[in-house]
C-alpha cells in the first residue's frame, strides 16, 4: 500500500478534485482498463499530467516511471483516501421525487451510503415501500436515529422544512449532514454539512453561454 | 447600473463562488432584506467581508462604505452577470425520478430554463403528463429541437444512454448541455457541455467524516 501514513495536510484545491479521480477511476476499473501512463490518465480527466502527479504525491507514491498507474490499485487508494471503504448507516427525509431518485442511485450503495430508514410528513407518502423499506412517520425520526445509531442524515424536504429535520437529526447523533433542500442548514461544529446545491449548474451553463 | 461595460476577465475562482452569491441575494430578497454590510453579508456566506468585496469589484462598483449593500440592487446586478435574465428554451430527456424532480424544481424556471419538452426511450412513460407537458418518444428529440429552436438540453438517462443523448441534442443545435447521468459527456467545443454530479457531494461528505 503506497499511502503515506500519519495525518495529511491536503490543499482545498487538490481535495476539490477527488470526487473526478473517483468518478473515472472507477469507470476505468468497470472497463476493465489495467494500466494507463499519467499522460493517458490526465488526457482523459481534461488535466495536466503534472497536475495529477502532483496531487497525488499528496497521498503517497503512486505509479512507475516508464510504466504508469496500477488502475486497480490506484482506484483502491482513492476508496481509502475518500474513506468510502467504510460503511455508513443512514436515514432519507423527504420521498419526493428527488429522494426517490436517490435511494434508487446505484452509486450511493457502491460509496457506503447503506440507507436504513425512509421518513416523510405525508400522509399519502408515508407507508409506501421502496427499495425493500416502508417510509416512516417523520414523527419516528428521532428515535429511530438514536436506536440504529444512524451516522448519517439526507434530506430532500423542500426548502422550509430543512432546517427542522437538520435539527431533528443533530439531536438525535448523527455525525454528518448531506443537504439537498435548496436552503442552506447550520448545525453544531461537530456535525459535518454538506449541501449540494444541484441549481449551481444550471447557473454555471447559464454564465459560460453569456460569456460566449 | 454600476456593472462594468466591455469583456470581463474573471478569475475561476471568483466564478466558482457566483452561484453562492446568487443563492443567498436571492433568498434575502425573499427575506425582505433591504440592506446589509459587507461584513453582515460574508458572515451569511461563510467567507471573509474583503473576499466578498474584492470578488464583487471584478464586476464593478457595488455598495457604499458606511451603508453598505442595497440588495436587491446586488441581486438584479448578480442575475445579470450570470446571465439569468436570459429565457432558455429547454427540453429534459429522461423522465425518471431524478428528471421528474427537475421538472417540478420551481428555482429552474426563476433561473431562466423554460423545458417545452420531454422526452424517454421507456413506452411505460411516453404519453405521461407533466406538468402540463406530455412525455414524447425520444425519437422525435431532433427533429422537435430543429423545429422550436431549442438551446439546452437537460440529460437526466442513465449513464449508458447520456452520449448518444448528447449526439442527438449537438445534431439538433443546442447551444448547452446538462448532464446528469453518471458519466461525463462529450461533444464539440461549441457546444458549452455541464457535467453535474450529484454523487461528489457524498464523497466530500465522506473524506471531511473521516478526517474528523
Known sequence: MPLRSGPLIVPAAVMKRLPMYYRYLHALVEEGVERLSSQELSGRM?????QLRQDLNCFGEFGQQGYGYRIADLYQ????ILGV?????????????????????????????VVIGLFDSDENIIGQEINGL???NIRKLGEFIKQEQV???VITTPAKAAQEVADILA??????????????????PEIIVENTHIGDGLLN????????
Open 134 to 136: 416502508t417510509v416512516n
Open 171 to 188: 439531536a438525535g447523533g448523527v455525525k454528518g449532514i448531506w443537504n439537498f433542500a435548496p436552503q442552506p442548514i447550520t448545525a453544531s
Open 85 to 113: 471503504e467504510k460503511r455508513y448507516k443512514a436515514v432519507l427525509v423527504g420521498v419526493g421525487n428527488l429522494g426517490k431518485a436517490l435511494i434508487n442511485y446505484e452509486g450511493f450503495r457502491r460509496r457506503g451510503l
Open 205 to 212: 451553463l447559464f454564465y459560460k453561454l453569456k460569456e460566449k
Open 77 to 80: 487508494a482513492m476508496c481509502q
Open 46 to 50: 481534461g488535466i495536466s499530467s503534472s
Open 151 to 153: 451516522e448519517v442524515g
